[in-house]
């Protein structure tokens, strides 16, 4: 056994130095070539909200944030593009001063390989395939903060796409409780005469507690299955979109300091239209109280929009676009909420999105809806 080990040992050895000397991939030697990266992204935001009980209050939401990032990336021999960015998110609220100020960290690794893209660290919402649904992330939090913390892996093709990502919400410390939520989305489309298409949407949010001494106060659990069939007429029209999406949620909600359960469950309707500059949204929602917890743990376990607390939900979106290119989009948009325990509610937002890293795009394509992320 012992001579065996020996010439396995000497085999070894000689197969290395042959190797070295003689490589039998040449390109695997070749030094690799790091690059200066940078992008600045910026998204100015003015969001009137004229609400009333029970759900929302009235308020005013005006500021500017800036995202510049700076970093390095090179390509392996494989093909694989690797990139390191470090940056700040830089919130500055209109007539606030200093004490208002919000900053929050950016820092991340990035590989992408053939349709596959993972990002680790502090990472931007930017790189989502698509806004996750107001009943998920309400937007006055898209507006504050900007980035996911944790994970977001993510594989694409012609036919659709699947993502999955892992958001640390909350460092468990005596005055703060550990928060996270996991993410899967997903979509596959097939162009005929229509689009057709058919996805989910998953949600696991969890709530712990503080780290001692800080005594325990439960843990809450808020997790949603959605499943979506859409379908989209514009391909034989001169429109953009034309487009009509059906999805059932089923919620689970648990406070387990009470053991209480909540199962609720409703339908989403969800119609857009657009022609290049103008168009329309409308989402219809019937069912059950998605957040049943909402008023005693607020954002902190539901980051969605609180409207779906009603049983009946209608949104409608007017909006138009000033510019829209693929470098930045600015567009006003007027907003009406319908739930009957509050009667019909405004919104009025004008919002500026730019991105330096769209001045690298040749066209604009009117279906991005990257563009859209806050």
């Not at 990472?123 to 806004?131: A, D, I, L």
């Not at 909600?253 to 119609?271: A, D, K, S, V, W």
């Not at 009667?343 to 730019?354: D, T």
Request: with cysteine; hydrophobic share 40%; net charge neutral.
């Amino acid at each position: 056994m012992r001579k065996l080990l020996n010439i396995l040992l000497m085999m070894s050895l000689t197969a290395s130095a042959l190797a070295l000397e003689y490589p039998q991939d040449s390109l695997a030697m070749q030094p690799l070539h790091p690059r200066l990266q940078y992008d600045v992204d910026a998204l100015f935001f003015f969001d009137n909200r004229e609400y009333k009980a029970p759900y929302h209050d009235d308020c005013t939401l005006f500021a500017i944030r800036l995202a510049p990032e700076i970093g390095v990336g090179f390509n392996d021999h494989k093909g694989g593009m690797h990139r390191l960015m470090a940056g700040v998110s830089y919130i500055q609220p209109m007539g606030g001063n200093w004490h208002d100020i919000r900053v929050y960290p950016t820092a991340y690794y990035q590989y992408s390989y053939k349709g596959f893209r993972m990002s680790l660290g502090a990472v931007p919402y930017k790189y989502f395939h698509r806004p996750l649904p107001d009943f998920l992330r309400y937007d006055s939090i898209a507006y504050f903060y900007p980035n996911i913390q944790g994970a977001l892996f993510q594989y694409s093709s012609k036919h659709g796409f699947v993502e999955a990502m892992l958001d640390w919400r909350g460092l468990q410390k005596p005055d703060q409780r550990e928060m996270f939520r996991i993410v899967i989305d997903g979509e596959y489309a097939y162009q005929g005469f229509f689009r057709y298409s058919v996805g989910g949407i998953a949600q696991l949010n969890h709530k712990a507690n503080h780290a001692d001494p800080t005594p325990h106060e439960g843990v809450c659990d808020d997790a949603y299955i959605s499943p979506n069939v859409g379908i989209d007429f514009a391909s034989p029209t001169p429109l953009d979109t034309l487009a009509l999406r059906a999805s059932y949620i089923y919620g689970y909600q648990r406070e387990r300091i009470t053991n209480t359960l909540m199962q609720p469950h409703g339908f989403l309707l969800e119609f857009n239209i657009n022609w290049r500059w103008v168009g329309a949204r409308n989402t219809f929602y019937y069912g059950g109280n998605l957040m049943p917890f909402y008023n005693t743990y607020c954002a902190d376990l539901n980051q969605g929009d609180p409207f779906y607390q009603s049983r009946i939900y209608n949104r409608t979106d007017f909006y138009v676009y000033f510019v829209r290119m693929a470098f930045v989009n600015c567009y006003f948009s007027w907003n009406m909420h319908y739930v009957p325990d509050g009667g019909l509610q405004h919104q009025q937002q004008l919002v500026a999105i730019f991105s330096l890293d769209g001045i690298k795009e040749k066209r604009f394509n009117y279906n991005d809806l990257q563009l859209l992320h806050f």
